[in-house]
């Protein structure tokens, strides 16, 4: 989390050269895509759930590609999904390379001076691991043990926030688990993404369970070109729309549900008021 | 580097370095007590015992003192009764008046279990060296002028064992205070985990590390002052009372 401005930084640099050199000023990129029948999605293709190549055809698949194709579907038009990675995705966009980004690009005061988000799709944020029963709501943190990783934002939010529950940081993550078996801890805390997928491997998972709240908020948006009102105000009819038609949900249960390998509860609605984090 | 660290900041590293210091004196205390036990239980005549107290230093001398304190906090914590882990891991006070007793974290208390375990192994073997250093004529010569194993021990053997085990002594309590900083990986927040929470926080890792290390040095410094003092007037004087 922390490399998230600086390596924000030189893409930008760089793009804003690029965006001199290309300076299309074109009527409007959504007449473009309808033009072209094809709309280009900048995807991560190793961050699974979110976007990863899938092993049986070699195509992308992912939360972020079922988003994406919902949003062709809705303007008619064929995807095509170019893989990127964390430093790529600002430069694809003011590049014109792709015309949207579906990433788990999170939303930033920073970023939003280089693009333009959509309303957010997916939250995220710093959770917990309990035994079960044992932890409801955050204002029994500050009574409990909470185990962290050392120098994680994780351990300093929970500091932060909860000064009164006792933190005991650990080397690890595993560490940190093993001691909430052993019960020298009643929760650990780590992102809710990183804590499912440690879930996943625990030979008693039924014991624990991560409960309904995170303690901070990042947001997730669909990254788009900077001054396209008509193309933003598109994505975001779509999302708003698949959300109140139910398959925004189904998208997420598909990644994340309970049937999933790494089931998350869902907190997050498309169109939910935003916390400040 | 151009800015020094916040009072509060400063006020974690002290935090950490009277954890350390309580932990060491504890440590330190236990250690001795069994340590000589375990020299005396080491050349015991019943073969059974020297066996047995054999047995544990090849246990504790042998291996690391991090995989211990991970098998006294993970290992051993598993083992025990579910509830007595919840009793161990909540708070206990006991008040007289002004004086206010606190039962230690249970990791502090691992920590302390783990590191009197270690050190007690090395402390018994300088202590069963200095008597090895006496010579067993010396011990004949008692039993010669009718003295019992007690007496022998007490007024031949020891009194000079222990001025030659002094110095190596010093060295495993200097050895303590350094091991002590192990015990961060149980989470105990002595010295060497506050001054890594504050290089986390600040990301002053110069002043951070570099008040922990002038805190260790000072600590061991004052060790090695103790043992030249004690050299120079407290052997001396328990020599003459014993003579």
Known sequence: MKHRIRGAVLPALLTALLAVASNAAHADRLDDIKKAGVLRVAAFDSNPPFGFVDPKDNQIVGLDVDYARAVAKSLGVKLEVQPTNPANRIAFLKSGKVDLVFANFTITDERKKEVDFSTPYFASGTQFIAKKGTLKSPDQLNSLRIGADKGTTNEQQVRAKYPNATIVAYDDTPFAFAALRTGNVQAITQDGPKLVALLARVPDKANYEIPAFTISNDYEGVGVPKGEARLLDVVNATLTHIEADGEAAQIYDKWFGPKSAAPLPRLFKIGDPQKSS | ?243
């Open chain 2, 1 to 243: 580097m151009h800015t020094w660290l916040e009072p509060k900041y400063f006020a974690w590293l002290e935090q950490g370095f009277v954890f350390t210091l309580a932990l060491c004196v504890c440590t330190g205390l236990c250690a001795t007590l069994s340590g000589f036990v375990l020299a005396i239980a080491r050349t015991a005549q019943s073969a059974a015992i020297a066996r047995a107290a054999s047995l544990y230093v090849f246990v504790f001398r042998n291996s690391p003192l991090l995989v211990q304190l991970l098998f006294w906090y993970f290992g051993a914590a598993a083992l025990l009764p579910s509830n007595w882990m919840t009793w161990l891991n909540t708070p206990h006070a006991a008040t007289w008046g002004p004086v206010a007793l606190r039962w230690p974290s249970f990791e502090l208390f691992a920590g302390w279990i783990g590191l009197t375990c270690y050190t007690t192994a090395f402390v018994g073997e300088e202590f069963r060296a200095g008597m090895r250093g006496v010579s067993r004529a010396q011990e004949h010569a008692a039993a010669a002028l009718g003295m019992g194993r007690y007496t022998t021990l007490r007024h031949v053997i020891l009194p000079q064992a222990l001025r030659i085990a002094t110095p190596p002594l010093a060295g495993q309590y200097m050895n303590l205070v350094k091991n002590s900083s192990l015990t961060m990986a149980i989470g105990v927040a002595e010295l060497s985990y506050m001054s890594r929470q504050v290089d986390t926080e600040t990301f002053k890792t110069f002043q951070a590390f570099g008040i922990a290390t002038a805190f260790y040095v000072l600590s061991i410094a004052v060790i090695e002052v103790a043992l030249v003092v004690w050299q120079r007037t407290g052997s001396r004087a328990l020599q003459r009372g014993r003579a």
